[in-house]
Nanobody, 124 residues
Framework: QVHLVESGGGLVQAGASLRLSCAAS????????MAWFRQAPGKEREFVARISYNGWSTLYTDSVKGRFTISRDNAKNTVFLQMNSLKPEDTAVYFCAATSSVVNGRFEHEYGYWGQGTQVTVSS
């Protein structure tokens, strides 16, 4: 069982940066594949990025490649999403997700644990 709490969202102008954090409870954080998803108003939740258990492998959706970086600190039970060069189309609620299964990690149904989300708004 793991409990996830996101933070770091806010309102910024286009071109700015934000760093999201997701703090996880539990003693086995390093055994969880971690990911970020987002949901824009009126749209379905979509995959943003995921990171392997040890942080060596990452995967990004095409629209954020080169701008976003996912990382994790297993000693602090935290996963991060550094977002640079933000665009208005990045506006969404960002969710942290975790799974202990061996999966690709790109699909929502692969994750059993979710945070409550943090709002990111990018103005033009």
């Amino acid at each position: 069982q793991v409990h996830l709490v996101e933070s770091g969202g806010g309102l910024v102008q286009a071109g700015a940066s934000l760093r999201l954090s997701c703090a996880a409870s539990g003693r086995t954080f390093s055994s969880y594949l971690m990911a970020w998803f987002r949901q824009a108003p009126g749209k379905e939740r979509e995959f943003v990025a995921r990171i392997s258990y040890n942080g060596w492998s990452t995967l990004y959706t095409d629209s954020v490649k080169g701008r976003f970086t996912i990382s994790r600190d297993n000693a602090k039970n935290t996963v991060f999403l550094q977002m640079n060069s933000l665009k208005p189309e990045d506006t969404a609620v960002y969710f942290c997700a975790a799974t202990s299964s061996v999966v690709n990690g790109r699909f929502e149904h692969e994750y059993g644990y979710w945070g409550q989300g943090t709002q990111v708004t990018v103005s033009s």
